[in-house]
């Protein structure tokens, strides 16, 4: 089988300093730039108008995020004194000056697009975003009813004076800065009104139509309530972004769990970063939020859409499906969904051959799900080992491995506490397993686990065989809807005894540990990646290919290796979802390369890698993980990539990369210079599409078990 990539014109510089950190391109910027492939879904009107909607609120997401996280970090680096460049040759200011520039540049084209587009087209669809002095009298009557009913009673107005110290505003809150006037004394005061989180975003009027008022809209509506006597002057939204990121203490922690714990009571009053504030803004409110928050001018911005633009992901709940994607439900695989409805016996199965699963398209519930609860429930199940980075806020993994615990089989979850913005949930699941009975880790000191691998050890009539679940994403089933995933169940020998080696090494001690077939962060994974490529390098002239499937390509030394693979003659596409600092398709230097992202109704999750001579002697190897091409996954982190052994396997991740290296209708293309443009459309070939499409004729869908 041979992959076969589209001629793509790339634009080519004309030369490049081999020696130079301009081979690289910026993270910080090419992040920003796949953010902005996210807002260009909610420019193309092809897409139904509430996912329209909803990419708005991912991009507004994705930047909070971005903002808590690397803007934070380079602050943090300017506030030190701390001049060091990055890779690509850029100090912390410099990034930080550009950055400004690129945020702002994108957050006028949002604005400009839901005023002058999204929002009269939502009107036009019949849901009406309102302003209070648009409401009927009814309608205003029955807002106030709901103020003083629901709202009022939360509410807590912050003054500012000599009594009343500036208030702690908490991180991505919603506000509103209030100014009154005394009308005694003439006396003009600033007051503080936080939004409550825990109430609708959008306040639903009652009537025909799908009539919403924003929650802030309703509270400066009736802020004289909150002030009696007093004069409101102004009264203005505003939202702060804090630093997100903390580092562990680990070294010499005792209880990691504390140090986390610690670590979250830290991040709440953590140093401003950003200021947005809704237009129009007088200068005396802004210039006292900008001193009290310790923040300058170029970190103010001001807003003409809604402010946090993420609480439209409420919106997008309505019952419109004329204004959304069709539904899709993922599919059983027709070896474990039999004609009568009655499941096939998981554990034969696997025993008889591997199986594939490709999340949405299979569904979640009835594989990965279902291989825990069915080992929660067997009697012969002696032991489930998991490692957890991220999972849903109601899992069913963790009943079904409290119910492993109370059956009195041996459990053991590898709880990540680190992983980022997850840490508070992951707290909370690794408490409630203990008092389970559950052996809980904690992770390794110095590294964070990211590895997707679960383990289970049946008592068999002819001994004990172990079962194996290695995936690239998380276990939760809510993003298993939304993220495109590859897993692989299998009870092959050798993969379950370099899983048990894992495991061991993760809950006990072990140096220099050594695996047959599976490749592990940060024990070898990039010596062996390194090797793979110079496979391809010193095959035989012509047949060196590599195919990479990530999320995100930032490591110089990989990035160096990638391109010394391209001036050697190896042909290779990289499809890369998010940040991409290798220059492609430059004469002498990286003019064999080819980058593409595809940004659709999924968000591009799997890892999967492709060797044309991986084997040796013409014999091409595939592998899934969770190891993106990033300094921390190849060095920081615990990652695990598996070959793809079963031949009607490797073509089936065959199948789904050719289908992403012939899309045209979600791929954009990278140029040497970091900007992308779509791919011209030429076949329609719509790569998620085209897999559900696929999956229905190898499943069924199937009603979950309780």
């Known amino acids: 089988m041979t992959l076969v990539s589209p001629s793509e014109s790339s634009n080519p510089a004309t030369s490049i300093d081999l020696g130079s950190p301009d081979r690289f391109l910026n993270r910080e910027l090419s992040w920003l730039e ?25 991009y507004s997401s994705n930047l909070d995020e971005f903002f808590q996280v690397r803007i934070a970090g380079l602050k943090e680096q300017v506030a030190s004194g701390n001049s060091q460049r ?101 006396e003009h005061r600033f007051a503080r009104v936080k939004v409550p989180p825990l109430l609708p975003r959008f306040v639903r009027l009652p009537g025909e139509g799908d009539r919403f008022l924003a929650l802030e809209a309703l509270i400066a509506a009736h802020m004289s309530s909150l002030f009696v006597g007093m004069e409101v002057v102004e009264q203005h939204c505003f939202r702060v972004t804090r630093n997100a990121d903390f580092d562990v203490e680990e070294k010499g922690a005792d209880d990691l769990l504390e140090a986390v714990d610690l670590g979250l009571r830290r991040r709440r009053f953590a140093q401003a ?37 993420g609480g439209l992901f409420a919106l997008c709940n309505i019952d419109r499906p004329e204004l959304k994607y069709e539904p899709w439900s993922g599919r059983t695989p027709f070896r474990l969904a039999e004609a009568d409805d009655e499941r096939a016996d998981l554990f034969a199965e696997l025993k008889r051959s591997d ?51 109370d059956r009195g089989k041996q459990v053991v979850a590898l709880v990540e ?50 079962y194996c679940h290695f995936g690239t994403g998380n276990y939760n089933s809510k993003t298993a809807r939304i993220y495109t995933d590859i897993g692989l169940l299998t009870a092959n020998h050798e993969l379950g005894a370099d899983l ?135 060095i920081r982190r615990v990652e695990a990539m598996v070959p793809i052994m079963s031949l009607p396997l490797r073509e089936r991740i065959h199948e789904i990369l050719q289908l992403n290296l012939d899309d045209d209708t979600l791929s954009w293309h990278m140029h040497p210079d970091g900007s992308y443009t779509r791919v011209a459309t030429e076949t329609g070939v719509d790569t998620h599409l085209s897999l559900q499409e696929l999956e229905s004729q190898r499943g069924r869908t199937k009603t979950p078990r309780n």
Request: with cysteine; hydrophobic share 40%; glycine share 6%.
């Open 273 to 309: 970063v950003r200021l947005v504030i809704a237009e129009p803004v007088a200068s005396q409110a802004r210039e006292l939020l900008e001193r009290e928050l310790d923040l300058h001018p170029e970190d103010v911005y001001v807003a003409r859409t809604p402010l946090d633009l």
């Open 34 to 58: 796949f953010n902005r492939r996210v807002l260009a879904q909610a420019e193309d009107r092809g897409v139904p108008l509430l996912e329209r909607i909803k990419f708005c609120a991912i």
């Open 86 to 186: 990055s890779f690509d040759g850029r100090s912390p200011t410099a990034q930080l000056s550009e950055i400004g520039t690129v945020v702002r540049a994108q957050l006028h084209a949002l604005e400009e697009l839901w005023l002058n587009e999204l929002l009269p087209a939502l009107a036009d669809a019949g849901v009406h975003l309102l302003q209070w002095d648009q409401l009927a009298p009814e309608d205003r009557q029955y807002l106030t009813a709901f103020f003083f009913e629901r709202v009022y009673p939360v509410l807590t107005p912050l003054s500012v004076d000599p009594g009343h110290p500036f208030p702690y505003i908490s991180d991505l809150s919603l506000n509103l800065a209030v100014l009154v006037r005394d009308t005694n004394s003439d």
């Open 500 to 634: 048990s080696q894992l495991f061991n090494y993760l809950t006990g001690y072990g140096r220099d540990v050594e695996y047959r077939r599976i490749l592990v962060a940060p024990h070898s994974l990039r010596s062996q990646l390194e090797t793979l490529i110079e496979g391809e390098m010193n095959a035989e002239s012509g047949t060196g290919r590599i195919v990479m499937k990530l999320n995100s390509l930032s490591d110089p030394q990989m990035i160096d290796t990638l391109t010394r693979a391209s001036q050697a003659g190896v042909e290779i596409d990289l499809i890369v979802r998010g940040i991409c600092c290798l220059r492609p398709g430059i004469p002498g230097y990286s003019d064999r390369i080819r980058v593409r992202s595809l940004i659709g109704r999924y968000l591009e999750h799997s890892r999967i890698l492709y060797f044309a001579n991986g084997e040796g002697q013409g014999r091409p190897a595939y592998y899934i993980g969770s190891a993106d091409m990033m300094r921390r996954n190849l």
């Open 355 to 405: 199986i594939l699963v490709h999340h949405p398209y299979t569904s979640f519930t009835s594989t990965v799900e279902e291989f825990v609860r069915l080992s929660s429930y067997d009697p012969r199940v002696l032991a489930i080992k998991i490692a957890m980075y991220r999972t849903a806020e109601d899992s069913s993994i963790v009943r079904s491995l409290i119910r492993a615990a």
């Open 417 to 466: 506490l680190k992983a980022r913005f997850d840490e508070e949930a992951n707290i909370e699941w690794a408490k409630r397993l203990e008092q389970a009975g559950v052996h809980v880790v904690y992770g390794l000191v110095g590294l964070k686990t990211h590895a997707k691998v679960a383990l289970v050890v049946r008592d068999e009539q002819e001994g004990l065989r172990r």
